[in-house]
């Protein structure tokens, strides 16, 4: 490994408190708790490589920023079918009828508490981490479209098509029909 | 505004990211318009039930120890020159990352005086934290209400902690415990910041003893801030950013003088 001058204490105090975030993303995005261990360790890794190219500002976003660089080299070597050409468009039916869910299997799963999870782990990784890092991270526009360097029409139009997924997909009906007030 | 244009910002309107002028615009349409106010519930349900129902993976412990491995790997010592308060990294550089409490970060002001003894009770503050994080007994009295809370520290100390809900300011207090900090019992306030839990150790300054200095510090990946007011000190342990640990501080130094 390179041998970096990097200062430890600022090294810390800009990565150390990402860990939980860095790990969610790439817990999310390689469904693993395993290899979200290893990738993160990798993340962590390159980040001490390229530390000097960092001049402070938003910590976070830098860090997720590597975390998701180095989730989707992980991906291409292990899984590389999970990344679809394109923009994933072409998954996206897939991923709103995953597997062929039947209604009865959806009603089982739905039982089970984790129907959202499923749907949500079912979405194109392009759409899920624009979802995970604004609904679970709270990260702003902005700072998704820095981590995930898309534009931010690109943010909007991803997360409006996730929400309108999880809406439709099979194992998650409650939600639309327990609150669509309309005829 | 119309539906069409309603449909369009009505996700940006719900993520908060639009400004004052358009939310009160789709506002007014909304009032109007059962279709698209139905979207909107639409999606704030869907939302609810993302933040209620889907876990947030937290790092295991091994993913900071591994963190802090690398860093160990990697990071070229200073020249003792330079960094001559540093030596402690020193003699802890081949240490095993995550197993010994180590002072990393020093932001000092002054004069540091019996800043070994603070390093001490620094560590300490920190395993009182992941201790009490860790395990099942985080709060003894469950409430943010200060008037709950206070009147129960000080039935079990004998001292009086300042207790103040910071609510407005995205703090709230969730509760109080009876730690244990340099030989004694310590009022302990626990706050949340988004998912994170802060335990903030409060006592009286000791009588005769300085003021210790440093403000903020780093072991084993948590902030710690200090801060003193009206003869009371406290330590804030968290593994939020040091900015937030800082505005807490200073609000309690704040409740503790008024």
């Known amino acids: 490994m390179k041998r970096a001058h990097v200062d430890r204490t600022r090294f810390e ?84 009828d995953p597997a062929g869910v039947t209604p009865e299997q959806a009603a089982l799963r739905g039982a089970a508490g984790n129907a959202l999870n499923e749907a949500i782990a079912a979405l194109p990784p392009g759409y899920r981490e624009v979802l995970i890092l604004r609904e679970l991270e709270d990260l702003s526009y902005k700072e998704i479209a820095r981590v995930a360097d898309i534009p931010i029409g690109t943010v909007m139009s991803r997360l409006a098509r996730a929400r309108s997924m999880l809406q439709r997909s099979p194992v998650l009906h409650a939600i639309r029909e327990g609150n669509t007030g309309r005829g | 505004m119309d539906c069409h244009e309603s449909t369009a910002l009505l996700q940006a309107y719900g993520d908060g990211e639009l400004d004052p002028v358009r939310s009160a615009e789709i506002e007014r349409h909304l009032i109007g318009c059962a279709e698209c106010a139905a979207r909107r519930d639409e999606l704030s349900a869907l939302r609810a039930r993302i933040r209620s129902e889907v876990p947030y993976h937290r790092a295991p412990a091994a ?145 005769g003893k300085a003021v210790p200095a440093p403000k903020l510090v780093t072991v084993r990946g948590f902030n710690v801030a200090h801060g003193a007011a009206a003869g009371m000190e406290c330590w804030a342990v968290s593994d939020v950013n040091p900015e937030v640990l800082a505005s807490l501080v200073a609000h309690l130094n704040r409740a503790a003088a008024e």
Do not use: M
């Not at chain 1, 999310?28 to 402070?56: I, K």
């Not at chain 2, 020159?81 to 995550?98: I, N, Y």
């Not at chain 2, 197993?99 to 920190?126: C, K, N, R």
């Open chain 2, 63 to 207: 993913v900071r120890a591994r963190a802090l491995a690398a860093l160990d790997a990697t990071v070229s010592a200073p020249a003792p020159s330079q960094r001559p308060r540093d030596r402690w990294s020193w003699l802890t550089a081949g240490a095993l990352a995550g197993s010994v409490a180590t002072v990393l970060a020093w932001f000092i002001g002054t004069a540091v005086l019996d800043w070994e003894a603070d390093h001490d009770l620094v560590t300490e503050a920190v395993t009182n934290h992941t201790r009490a994080t860790l395990g099942n007994r985080l709060i003894d009295v469950a409430s943010s209400d200060q008037h709950t809370v206070k009147p129960w520290l000080s039935a079990r100390l004998d001292y009086s902690p300042p207790v103040r809900d910071f609510s407005a300011d995205g703090l709230p207090l969730i509760g109080g415990r009876l730690d244990y900090l340099d030989g004694h019992p310590v009022a302990t306030l626990i706050y949340k910041y988004r998912e994170h839990t802060i335990d903030v150790f409060v006592r009286p300054v000791v009588a």
């Open chain 1, 13 to 96: 105090q800009a990565v150390l408190p990402q860990l939980d975030a860095a790990y969610n993303l790439a817990r999310w995005l390689t469904h693993s708790g395993n290899d979200a261990e290893d990738v993160v360790q990798d993340a962590c890794e390159r980040a001490l490589r390229y530390f000097d190219a960092f001049h402070g500002g938003d910590a976070k976003a830098w860090f997720l920023t590597i975390v998701r660089h180095a989730c989707y080299d992980w991906i291409k070597r292990n899984r590389p079918a999970e990344i679809a050409p394109g923009d994933g468009t072409e998954a996206i039916e897939n991923a709103t």
